[in-house]
């Protein structure tokens, strides 16, 4: 076990630390740790940073709930970084997303679009909203407005199912995910909160168990 003395910190008195999430293996952020942010990691089982900006110590979570609490901290073999797993309670990135890395500066990208894309699209439409946007208009209008049309596009979705038209189905299902996501934004719920509802199920295998019961 490596003691924080041991440890290499820079000239400013700080070390880098990678968050990583327990569950997924992804990296969710680079922060810096001071000797008294990492003691109160150790101490408190939960993520403290050093703000290199303000200059004061921060508390992952502290403002926004989305606490990341510590399975392990490790240091690589120059002892001069750390490596900190956690099991997270929210979003590690201010923007809503999963994680911080998420723009792409080198690789074949360029017809990726996931779910994590969409909804961050969608938080920066609730926190920036823009003039004519259809996803700040459904902000602006509130729950029931966004709740209203989760049920049109369920309703659409049925018809294009029942009348086996693949094509339509697939653009109905889309406009269904769209309006999921704004709800979730709405009620600050993340894609990886449902992940991990998901995971918590085994949901395939509770379905056919249910299916066999009935």
């Known amino acids: 076990m490596i003691g924080i003395n041991e440890l290499k910190f820079d000239e400013n008195g700080l070390i880098p630390a990678i968050v990583a999430d327990e569950d997924t293996k992804a990296v969710l952020t680079l922060a810096y740790m001071n000797r008294e942010s990492l003691q109160i990691s150790v101490d408190e089982g939960r993520t403290c940073f050093w703000s290199r900006s303000r200059n004061v110590l921060w508390r992952k979570g502290e403002t926004s709930g989305n606490v ?9 073999c120059d ?23 998420f723009e792409d500066v080198y ?33 602006d209008k509130g729950i029931d407005k966004i709740l209203k049309k989760i049920g049109e596009e369920t309703t659409e979705v049925i018809i294009a199912g029942k009348a086996d038209d693949r094509a339509e189905t697939i653009y109905e299902l889309a406009d269904l995910a769209y309006h999921a996501m704004v709800l979730m934004a709405q009620m600050g719920i993340t894609p990886a909160d449902v992940n991990k509802e998901l995971k918590s199920r085994h949901v395939i295998d509770k379905k056919v168990k249910q299916e066999k019961m009935t």
């Open 68 to 76: 990341q609490r510590i399975v392990s901290v490790k240091t690589d």
């Open 79 to 101: 002892r001069d970084a750390l490596l900190v797993t956690v099991k997270k309670d929210g979003p590690a990135c201010h923007t809503g997303a999963d994680s911080c890395f």
């Open 107 to 139: 690789g074949d990208s360029e017809d990726s679009f996931s779910i994590d894309d969409l909804y961050r699209v969608v938080m920066d439409r609730k926190t920036n909203r823009k003039p004519g946007s259809y996803t700040t208009y459904l902000f």
